[in-house]
């Protein structure tokens, strides 16, 4: 089966500018989660979806992140305006329902925030 | 909270010598315990979970909820093992988020 998809792969940005990224999760997965990973650290989940709806946004930036998957297939992330400390691979994940536990990753995005 | 604490940074042994990574957990109630593995340039993946109590490309790891902990371990190690690990954990009302390590770059040196 295909994988989850991201893109871009890696985008470099200036401080204050906007930045979008996309997902396309496994094919009839539910649950779709993004996370954030800061180098040398491990992946910080941001935010859940089950379909379309969010589950948990508990540890997202809300005054500059944003996330939607409005048809409950595809998601896109965003942030506006990146800061410096924004710099990270942002990884998306999926699985088929959130009770199933095995979580499939994309190759994650890497931004560079100058 | 929920907490994974992966004490080694960085771990280094010989072909064929025995291998245990360390991961401890901080969770009030019942988790489940996983191992992910991010070869060079691959996504990451799932290695092995406690509840399968399976042994994955000669991995094994033991739940010890007395100790809280998952140590990961390999009788005897080989290159292709070369990886980033992470221990993660889920469970309770977060069941299906999972909480990470900082991770464990393992290198086999031949």
């Known amino acids: 089966e295909a994988g989850v998809a991201q893109s871009p792969r890696y985008k470099i940005i200036e401080k204050r500018q906007s930045v979008a990224f996309w997902c396309n999760p496994i094919?009839?997965?539910?649950?779709l989660y993004w996370y954030q990973q800061i180098l040398g650290q491990g992946p910080k989940l941001l935010i859940q979806f089950q379909n379309n709806g969010v589950v948990d946004d508990s540890q997202l930036p809300k005054d500059r992140f944003s996330a939607e998957r409005l048809k409950g297939v595809d998601s896109t992330l965003k942030i506006q305006p990146a800061k410096l400390e924004d710099s990270a691979v942002y990884l998306c994940?999926?699985?088929?329902?959130?009770?199933?536990?095995?979580?499939?990753f994309g190759q994650g995005t890497r931004l560079t925030v100058v | 909270a929920q907490r994974v604490t992966q004490p080694e940074k960085l771990l280094s042994v010989f072909k064929g010598a025995p291998v245990e990574l360390k991961c401890n957990y901080s969770?009030?109630?019942?988790?489940?315990l996983f191992w992910y593995v991010q070869y060079s340039r691959q996504r990451l993946q799932l290695l092995l979970r406690h509840i399968s109590r399976e042994s994955i490309k000669g991995f094994t790891a033991d739940l010890n909820k007395g100790e809280t902990s998952f140590h990961l371990k390999k009788p005897f190690a080989q290159e292709e093992d070369s990886a980033m690990y992470y221990c993660a954990l889920t469970g309770g009302t977060s069941y299906g988020k999972l909480t990470f390590g900082q991770g464990t770059i393992l290198t086999v040196h031949p």
């Open positions: 094919s009839g997965h539910a649950t």
């Open positions: 969770y009030s109630g019942s988790p489940e």
């Open positions: 994940a999926s699985k088929q329902q959130a009770m199933n536990t095995e979580a499939f």
